[in-house]
């Protein structure tokens, strides 16, 4: 009973009452949005691309990162500014909630929670629910903006349109055509997973050097195409049903719920030790 | 009393264990892109001793080796990539904890407000600014002492990836050492300014972490803005972008002087508007 009311607590200040949680994805949809119907907009009336973009495509341009980085003098790396927006803005939106939380009144509600247990278990699922409801937030603005420029809603994805948006020149890609559902769901669980693992590393660390790491994870993961670096799994272009050498879907969702429960664990050890009279 | 307040400031910036920290989270990144460099250098050593042709030895320098002078290596995108945080960690902090301590008003009571803002000013612009340069200095004095300072020359220029249109080109292959040496005084005054939105984003929020990463999602925002700008494919941008104009290397376009200090003097104005006259004026009893 008492968690229900924890978590109450956290969902309705962390979630409903967080203005910024429930309007700043809203306003990045609308933004790469227009980019994105810009550019088909571009490449269909200069005869690059044979037809008009679908839905599919946009989720693509949202959580397609990029593709394999070779590194070479005349090559420079170009982080992909999209996806890197999209998975570094939440965790700095999520950043502070929980410890604003653990000091001045705060602390009260820490108390009347009656354990670490219950009040920590409380903030991963809150964590975990707003970065579901970051993400949903997106893709039905998304949706809603679709259905107002006549872009047909269907999980259909076209590779010229994808070739030219992600400047593809040597690697292999497979030719799909569609957007399977583990693909849609996987990046998510990503991003639930490196915010979980942030929130713990700031027990540890202060906050600002868990997003520190989590800027570099992410970053080092746009570089290198490695199955151990879990940015990989959330960008689209990774993918091995895309990229012939890319990284497995299934393995993807296996890591990404290992590390969201293992950082959760560390994270509730932690606690249970955590000098919150001191740190404060 | 100004440069008492000053010296206070000073002293508390550069002095405290995050600007150390910072410094050392910095040299450490570098330390990749050093490992990367050290190990191609010594492999074209290698294969230099295996083959009777053109040695080629300007390809291989210490300015396109060192962190600032490549593009491709993990060390130098992620340097890069987190330099206004950086820049932002060493001190932009302080205005927002000094701000809920109450030492705002016991230090604006003593020496005035205009002192006091001032002071802060000058100590935030310095902490980013060193913050940020330091661990670049370090990187590149590190790579001195293992690839020659040999003079780059135009042939190679991919290698480089200092091109004819590029900002300062003509200084690069002809006094190398004073072009990284301006590039080190770009990024040092821009990270110093970076550090200056930290100290602004006090007088809004209320959390110092908050403050410290806010410059840097301000300049990602800015960096895909370059999207609505780079529309063709065959025009020749300018790059707007702080995040790859601070790059002594072009990461995509070349930088330009009229860009990077018209960025500087927008920011330097903001800043200065903010914390001086805004922040002046507000009640901090």
Request: proline share 4%; charged share 10%; net charge positive.
């Amino acid at each position: 009973m008492r968690f229900i009311k924890d978590l109450v607590f956290d969902f309705r200040q962390g979630i409903l009452r967080s203005g910024t949680l429930l309007l700043v994805p809203a306003v990045i949809a609308a933004v790469t949005f227009f980019d994105f119907y810009a550019k088909a907009r571009r490449y269909l009336e200069q005869g690059m691309i044979q037809s008009t973009v679908d839905y599919g495509d946009y989720w693509f341009y949202l959580y397609g990162g990029m593709c394999e980085y070779i590194p070479s003098p005349d090559n420079p790396f170009q982080f992909p500014a999209v996806w890197t927006l999209i998975f570094l803005v939440l965790p700095f939106i999520i950043l502070n909630y929980p410890f604003r939380d653990m000091y001045g009144v705060g602390q009260q509600i820490l108390v009347r929670s009656g354990r670490r247990s219950l009040w920590w278990l409380s903030k991963c699922c809150w964590n975990f629910c707003g970065t579901v409801l970051y993400h949903l937030i997106i893709q039905a603005a998304g949706l809603v903006l679709s259905l107002v420029f006549e872009v047909e809603i269907s999980n259909r994805i076209h590779m010229d349109f994808i070739n030219l948006v992600f400047n593809i020149r040597y690697q292999e890609v497979w030719n799909p055509s569609s957007l399977p559902v583990a693909a849609l769901l996987l990046p998510v669980l990503v991003s639930a997973a490196i915010n979980m693992l942030q929130m713990t590393v700031s027990l540890f660390i202060r906050p600002m050097f868990g997003f520190f790491s989590v800027a570099v994870l992410l970053l080092a993961s746009a570089y290198l195409l490695s199955p151990l670096l879990i940015g990989n799994y959330a960008m689209a272009f990774r993918y091995d049903w895309v990229l012939k050498a890319g990284v497995s879907m299934e393995a993807g969702m296996r890591i990404a719920v290992i590390l969201l429960l293992l950082a959760a664990l560390t994270g509730l050890v932690r606690f249970w030790l955590y000098d919150i009279l001191e740190s404060e | 009393m100004l440069k008492r307040m000053i010296g206070i400031e000073l002293r508390k910036a550069l002095k405290n264990k995050l600007f150390y920290i910072t410094i050392l989270l910095g040299c450490s990144i570098t330390m990749l892109s050093f490992v990367n460099s050290i190990a191609i250098y010594q492999n074209e050593l290698l294969m230099q001793e295996h083959s009777a042709g053109n040695p080629m030895q300007a390809l291989s320098n210490v300015f396109n080796n060192w962190s600032g002078g490549e593009t491709f290596s993990l060390g130098s995108s992620i340097y890069f990539f987190v330099l206004p945080l950086l820049a932002a960690i060493p001190y932009g902090w302080s205005y927002c904890e000094e701000k809920q301590c109450g030492y705002v008003r016991m230090a604006a009571a003593r020496g005035g407000k205009t002192c006091y803002y001032l002071s802060k000013y000058i100590a935030v612009f310095l902490s980013g600014g060193l913050g940020a340069v330091i661990p670049l200095l370090f990187n590149f004095l590190l790579t001195s002492l293992f690839i020659p300072a040999t003079l780059p020359t135009p042939v190679y220029c991919t290698s480089n990836g200092v091109f004819f249109s590029s900002l300062m080109s003509s200084l690069y292959y002809t006094v190398p050492v004073l072009y990284v040496l301006l590039y080190l005084c770009i990024d040092f005054v821009f990270c110093g300014l970076i550090a200056c939105i930290s100290y602004c984003a006090a007088s809004l929020v209320r959390h110092r972490s908050v403050t410290v990463i806010l410059p840097m999602l301000l300049l990602l925002s800015f960096h895909y803005s370059r999207q609505f700008i780079y529309t063709s494919s065959t025009i020749r941008y300018k790059e707007i972008s702080p995040m790859y104009f601070l790059r002594p290397v072009a990461a995509a376009y070349t930088a330009s002087w009229a860009v990077i200090l018209a960025e500087a003097a927008v920011l330097f104005t903001a800043t200065m508007v903010v914390s001086m006259v805004w922040e002046r004026k507000h009640e901090i009893y």
